[in-house]
């Protein structure tokens, strides 16, 4: 069974710090882009961060530029997102998501989803 499984997500203060990990069963990622996603309560999915299959071609929403960032190990077959100086609106429920090479739809494959909680 193919699966992307994320982990990580935690509540946490403000200007604090989380690792998101979106892991892979039952394929290998090195030929998939990851992205990143999330959705808030009440509002529509977006796209917050992506990495190409290779690593060398990544992308930011420019809600979260200078404060996350995302990178792969293929060797374990996880890509990960650092997430730095939190606010209240990063609280959603992040999701991963298999491409093809490139940072382009369709994204394949969909983890469930890992609640991250921005809070004092």
């Known amino acids: 069974q193919l699966q992307l499984v994320e982990s990580g997500g935690a509540l946490v203060q403000p200007g604090g710090s989380l690792r998101l990990s979106c892991a892979a069963s039952?394929?290998?990622?090195?030929?998939?882009?990851i992205g990143w996603f999330r959705q808030a309560p009440g509002k529509e999915r977006e796209g917050v961060s992506c990495i190409s299959s290779s690593g060398g071609s990544t992308n930011y929403a420019e809600s979260v530029k200078g404060r996350f960032t995302i990178s792969r190990d293929n060797a374990k077959n996880t890509v990960y997102l650092q997430m730095n100086s939190l606010k209240p609106e990063d609280t959603a429920v992040y999701f991963c998501?298999?491409?093809?090479?490139?940072?382009?739809?369709?994204?394949?494959?969909w983890g469930q989803g890992t609640q991250v909680t921005v809070s004092s």
């Open positions: 998501a298999a491409a093809g090479s490139w940072c382009r739809p369709p994204y394949d494959y």
């Open positions: 039952g394929f290998t990622l090195d030929y998939y882009a």
